[in-house]
């Protein structure tokens, strides 16, 4: 009898008797920890990354809002001498933009066309370039001083205007006057498929080589007031940077190039090579010198859409063929429908030297002089343009200014393929 508490207290059976009795918790207890401590450890890593993906953009965010607390407007951006030019031409609070629609994506942010309704009620169709949202100073300065350029510039019935803009609060946008049916080159196509002499009476549609006359005179006094008054190159001349309006009233557009070369920005400067090279005199393909005389060379270019309806320049050429051809005193064929006089300016505007080209104050007496012998007879082009094509043909598929498609079909819908 005493000797039964010893069966368990003996050297050789404690262990023996530990282990039968702490043995099953053991086997539960420690994998339960290592599982629970590898999931809290996982779980920790996930919520790590999480943490991190959140705070980069909150930071960008919380960076910038540290560097620019309040909205860019002309105040925080450009000098009071800025602000003061600016200030007639705000948008004023009576005045309604509506029905605004995307366009297309400018260089400094979406263009959209819409109606400017006045206080009396009046309305007129207009096109509204916007500063694309973000806090980018250098941007928005830019942008003021876009403003600041077409308020200066554009004083003159040729020119594309400007009605208002909004520079003192966000967001910032100019509002311009646009003309109807508007785009010149776009308008050129349309002609294609309007049926010869369906419309006598008006001359937006009975296109003849007087109409080429007419509008030309117009692109030509506007090209020539903003070099005498304002020293400006306009460095893109081509059908698709002129609008077209009723009574067949031309204005000058596509104003970017002469912009950056007015601001002499190194950053700006480079923009010269968009120019499509069809378009380009020579001595601005191999020298990047651009001055007035280059852009009469491309108002050579600009007669040959006119009196064909829109045809890309050099059609059978690749546009790096372009220049070892007119180095050789190739020139473009005389186009069907193009009189002699048409053609002679055209010739006159393509002189390799550019000291031999004529003035625009030149063309202009030239182009009246020659009037009375255009011919009347509304241009036929049957042929629809294949923008795909055009573009190709243009050298414009490799550009940043590819074309839009502009057709509209009969139940309101945008052709993928013909224009």
């Known amino acids: 009898m005493p000797a039964a508490p010893h069966e368990c207290s003996n050297d050789t059976s404690l262990p023996t008797c530990s282990e039968e009795s702490a043995g099953p918790l053991a086997l539960i207890i420690i994998p339960c920890l290592l599982a629970v401590s590898t999931v809290f450890v996982v779980a920790l890593i996930f919520y790590s990354l999480h943490r991190n993906k959140q705070r980069e953009p909150s930071t960008t965010a919380h960076f910038a809002n540290g560097q620019q607390s309040a909205p860019l407007t002309a105040a925080s951006v450009s000098t009071p001498k800025v602000q003061a030019a600016l200030k ?25 066309k819409g109606l400017l309704r006045k206080r009396d009620g009046n309305s007129s169709a207009v096109v509204v370039k916007s500063l694309r949202d973000g806090p980018d100073q250098p941007e928005a300065k830019e942008f003021v001083e876009w403003a600041l350029f077409h308020a200066t510039v554009c004083k003159h ?6 009605l208002y803009s909004q520079t003192n609060r966000v967001p910032m946008y100019l509002v311009l006057d646009a003309y109807t049916p ?39 006094a506007g090209l020539d007031y903003l070099m005498s008054e304002h020293r400006l190159v306009h460095g893109d001349v081509a059908a698709r940077n002129i609008l077209i309006g009723p009574g067949l009233s031309a204005r000058v557009s596509g104003l970017g190039v002469a912009f950056g070369g007015r601001r002499m920005d190194s950053a700006i400067r480079p923009r010269a090579v968009e120019v499509p090279l069809k378009w380009q005199a020579p001595e601005r393909i191999m020298m990047q010198l ?53 053609y002679d300016l055209m010739k006159y505007c393509w002189m390799w030297s550019f000291k031999d080209r004529p003035a625009f104050s030149a063309i202009i007496k030239l182009l009246e002089s020659s009037l009375p012998l255009a011919a009347t007879e509304a241009i036929c082009a049957p042929e629809v343009i294949d923008l795909f094509e055009y573009n190709r043909k ?7 200014r590819v074309l839009p498609n502009m057709a509209t079909s009969t139940d309101g819908k945008q052709s993928a393929q013909k224009v």
């Open 157 to 162: 019935e040729n020119v594309v205007r400007m």
């Open 394 to 400: 243009a050298g414009l598929l490799s550009h940043a």
């Open 290 to 342: 651009s001055i007035d005389r280059s852009d009469v060379w491309s108002f050579g270019i600009l007669l040959y859409e006119l009196i064909t309806l829109g045809s890309p320049p050099y059609p059978e050429l690749e546009p790096v063929a372009v220049l070892p051809k007119l180095q050789g005193s190739y020139r473009m064929k005389r186009p069907q429908n193009c009189g002699a006089p048409l």
């Open 182 to 220: 508007g785009n010149l080159l776009h308008h050129l196509w349309t002609l294609r498929n309007v049926t010869k002499n369906s419309n006598a009476a008006d001359p937006l549609l009975n296109f003849s080589e007087r109409s080429v006359f007419l509008v030309a005179k117009q692109v030509a």
């Open 88 to 112: 007639p031409w705000e948008i004023p609070e009576e005045c309604v933009l509506e029905g605004l629609e995307f366009w297309q994506t400018g260089r400094r942010g979406p263009i959209c």
